[in-house]
């Protein structure tokens, strides 16, 4: 059974940078296609990007574009986002999820990141 | 990017009554290897979302057979037969054809 381990609550000041991880246990990083997800309070879900099926790579939603990295490392079955030059309205619960069938499941417990000065 | 749109937003239920939220997308849903693919998630309060429906109408691994979907194109439906207490949270329906993914607003089904 596949499951996502999420790092723990991260608070970042404005202009900083965040890392959120996701440790696959129950299978092998590198048949997973990954995904991130935010979601900020009280708010819906929002998918940040992920492995694209078709075109074979990884694809960012075009609002994160040039501030959001997602790297994958099979050697160890680490996912990881990187958002830079945060901003207050960046707080919010990320996730990480993978693909069944193009839906997303199973999903992370969420890692919440908190920006305040 | 393809616009997913909810309706209602708000869902009061009785207990053992049932429910529908539908999902409608600015674009067709229909992948060039035709599938549709089009899920639908639960997320309960404090949880992660989890998945429910995916490419329209199957039903994943240990979801009730209460929950069906239904659909096509770019209309779509998630119906609950009877909705039960731990049925209380938001849905949303979430197309996966093309790049990017995107979301519905979000349903919140709370009981009457």
């Known amino acids: 059974q596949v499951q996502l381990i999420q790092s723990g609550a991260e608070v970042k000041k404005p202009g900083a940078s965040v890392k959120v991880s996701c440790t696959i246990s129950g299978y092998t990083l590198s048949k997973l296609p990954m995904h991130w997800v935010r979601q900020a309070p009280g708010k819906g879900l929002e998918w940040m990007g992920g492995f694209d099926l078709d075109g074979g790579e990884t694809v960012y939603a075009q609002k994160f574009q040039g501030r959001v990295t997602m790297i994958e490392d099979i050697y160890t079955d680490i996912a990881y986002m990187e958002l830079s030059s945060l901003r207050s309205d960046d707080t919010a619960v990320y996730y990480c999820?993978?693909?069944?069938?193009?839906?997303?499941?199973?999903w992370g417990q969420g890692t919440l990141v908190t920006v305040s000065s | 990017e393809i616009v997913m749109t909810q309706t209602p937003l708000t869902s009061p239920v009785t207990l053992g009554q049932p429910a529908s939220i539908s999902c409608r997308s600015s674009?067709?849903?229909?992948?060039?290897?035709?599938?549709?693919?089009l899920s639908w998630l639960q997320q309960r309060p404090g949880q992660p979302p989890r998945l429910l429906i995916y490419?329209?109408?199957n039903r994943f691994s240990g979801v009730p057979d209460r929950f069906s979907g239904s659909g096509a194109v770019t209309d779509f439906t998630l119906k609950i037969s009877r909705v039960e207490a731990e049925d209380v949270g938001v849905y949303y329906c979430l197309q996966a054809t093309q790049v990017p993914h995107t979301f519905g607003q979000g349903t919140k089904l709370e009981i009457k």
């Open positions: 999820a993978t693909v069944f069938s193009r839906g997303l499941d199973p």
């Open positions: 674009q067709s849903l229909v992948h060039s290897d035709g599938n549709t693919y």
């Open positions: 490419k329209i109408s």
